[in-house]
């Protein structure tokens, strides 16, 4: 039977072998794989093999996934310009939003950056999510992290998953290895909200706080970043209204400022009476201070600004609300427990979901219940009281 001959991509080639020094045979595999999704310039491919059947096998495997559009060239594209290039290429993106991927690909980026993204393996991503949930990972700054919850290390895992399936759909990599990993169980947490006989004693100790003006609107269903970022301008005391059209939020290491969170999110509310006042007290104790600071007085063009007229950092909101929830005597709620309260108050008192859903900012009705109303001990305990009957002598004797 005669030899086949050796398709035009591979060549016999005598070369001398670098172990032996002796004269040896390689079969050099040369073939077209079509255009670079770097560069879009035509792309070969150049491998030599021991053996002949090395050579044919890796042409077939080349000449189908190339012809299916699924052959990955080699590449020494790192980690580090694949997150670069990824954060770069999300225009559809807000300010905030941006900055929270970045916060969410930095472990991964200080820790592999250095690596060629084809060889980030799934045994990689596990050592990390391991590290972050057990504390003690590195920032860029050199500083230790605290161990990461649950919630925050699955974001780390899924934005990975969402940049390495940019990539495979360029053409960068085989597969997506992030897939692989599983997300970190996230135990059951109930959130709490604050009933209204609390809330009403709330409100009654927040005579004299200089930051009453910051709970009311916590109470009133608005996100923290929505109360750090509300400015004067957005606020109509004579119409009684209030704009949602910004927002003010923590994200990594900085304090960024961009639209709400969501279309929805970017909403006109009216303002109670009560509210009214609050506010009006407030923009009067701030005119107050700008006299007295005088040109060290700064823009106080923020509803929540401190004493010298700038805006609060999101996290010290937060702090201040545990301080004065603790001056009121009721138990710790996070900030964002008074939103969910408002909803919660809201939905007790019979207002219909959809109205309470464009209260708080939520596209979707369905969504607000499910999320934002909760049972509370005195409701059940009423919903548990329906079920009494009254039940006579003769009835129980029947029985």
């Given at each position: 039977m005669a030899r086949q001959q050796l398709p035009p991509q591979i060549k016999k080639r005598r070369v001398t072998d670098r172990a032996t020094g002796r004269p040896s045979v390689r079969y050099e595999l040369i073939a077209d794989v079509g255009s670079s999704p770097e560069t879009g310039r035509r792309q070969q491919v150049r491998r030599r093999f021991r053996?002949?059947?090395?050579?044919?096998?890796?042409?077939?495997?080349?000449?189908?996934?190339?012809?299916?559009?699924?052959?990955?060239?080699?590449?020494?594209?790192?980690?580090?310009?694949?997150?670069?290039?990824?954060?770069?290429s999300r225009h559809n993106l807000r300010a905030t939003s941006l900055a929270k991927l970045?916060?969410?690909?930095?472990?991964?980026?200080?820790?592999?950056?250095?690596?060629?993204?084809?060889?980030?393996?799934?045994?990689?991503l596990d050592a990390l999510v391991a590290d972050l949930v057990a504390g003690g990972t590195n920032t860029a700054k050199g500083r230790k992290r605290r161990p990461w919850s649950p919630t925050a290390?699955?974001?780390?895992?899924?934005?990975?998953?969402?940049?390495?399936?940019?990539?495979?759909?360029?053409?960068?990599?085989?597969?997506?290895?992030?897939?692989?990993?599983?997300?970190?169980?996230?135990?059951?947490?109930e959130v709490d909200t604050y009933t209204d006989a609390e809330v009403n004693q709330i409100l009654a100790s927040l005579s004299g706080d200089r930051?009453?003006?910051?709970?009311?609107?916590?109470?009133?269903?608005?996100?923290?970043?929505e109360i750090a970022g509300l400015r004067w301008d957005d606020v109509d005391l004579e119409a009684k209204t209030l704009a949602i059209v910004q927002g003010r939020v923590h994200a990594g290491d900085k304090v960024v400022e961009g639209d709400p969170k969501s279309a929805a999110s970017r909403r006109v509310l009216p303002i109670p009476d009560r509210l009214v006042a609050v506010l009006k007290a407030a923009k009067a104790r701030l005119a107050g201070e700008r006299l007295q600071l005088g040109p060290a007085f700064r823009s106080g063009d923020y509803v929540v600004s401190n004493e010298i007229g700038d805006p609060y950092h999101p996290q010290t909101l937060s702090r201040y609300?545990?301080?004065?929830?603790?001056?009121?005597?009721?138990?710790?709620?996070?900030?964002?427990?008074?939103?969910?309260?408002?909803?919660?108050?809201?939905?007790?008192?019979?207002?219909?979901?959809?109205?309470?859903?464009?209260?708080?900012?939520?596209?979707?009705?369905?969504?607000t219940i499910k999320l934002y109303t909760h049972s509370q001990p005195d409701a059940l305990r009423a919903a548990g009281e329906t079920l009494n009957r009254v039940v006579t002598t003769c009835d129980i004797e029947a029985q």
């Open positions: 053996t002949e059947r090395e050579a044919r096998d890796e042409l077939a495997r080349i000449t189908g996934e190339a012809a299916a559009g699924l052959f990955v060239p080699q590449s020494k594209t790192t980690v580090e310009q694949l997150c670069t290039a990824y954060l770069a970045q916060y969410d690909l930095a472990p991964l980026r200080e820790r592999y950056g250095d690596l060629p993204v084809q060889s980030l393996a799934k045994n990689h290390v699955n974001k780390v895992i899924t934005s990975a998953r969402q940049m390495l399936a940019d990539a495979q759909a360029q053409g960068l990599i085989v597969r997506n290895v992030a897939l692989l990993v599983r997300l970190v169980t996230v135990p059951h947490q930051l009453a003006h910051a709970w009311e609107l916590a109470l009133a269903g608005l996100r923290r970043g609300w545990a301080k004065a929830m603790k001056r009121a005597g009721v138990r710790h709620i996070k900030l964002h427990g008074g939103r969910h309260t408002c909803a919660t108050l809201m939905h007790f008192d019979g207002v219909m979901p959809v109205v309470v859903a464009d209260w708080i900012g939520h596209d979707d009705a369905n969504l």
